[in-house]
């Protein structure tokens, strides 16, 4: 027993390894979604962080700002979810055959 026990902790010490450098990693990789037909796009990291935002400027227009501010939290949210999506993912590639199916792991 002693030595099963042994190798789940390499095991785990293992996984926990393997899922700090993807988290490292997810700061280098990013999503981008956009709304309104492409008028405005959010680029987001593995990170959940918004790094970028891009707005054409035929939809800038002072007397419709309203308008505006709604394409662009449409797309920052999209590119959020997309973000938390893609971080799960590689997350779940790590964790696959070691955790339970259906069992989450606090901040992924």
């Not at 490292?24 to 680029?43: C, D, I, R, Y």
């Not at 935002?53 to 590119?79: C, F, P, Q, T, W």
């Amino acid at each position: 027993m002693k030595g099963g026990l042994q190798g789940m902790m390499k095991q785990i010490q293992k996984m926990q390894a393997e899922m700090e450098k993807v988290q490292a990693e997810l700061a280098n990789k990013t999503v981008t979604e956009e709304s309104g037909g492409g008028m405005v796009k959010a680029t987001a990291n593995g990170k959940k962080e918004i790094i970028s935002i891009e707005i054409e400027n035929e939809v800038i227009n002072a007397d419709d700002k309203e308008m505006l501010e709604d394409l662009i939290v449409a797309a920052v949210n999209k590119a959020l979810e997309s973000a938390g999506k893609m971080a799960e993912e590689e997350m779940a590639n790590i964790t696959r055959g070691m955790i339970p199916p259906g069992m989450n792991i606090p901040g992924f």
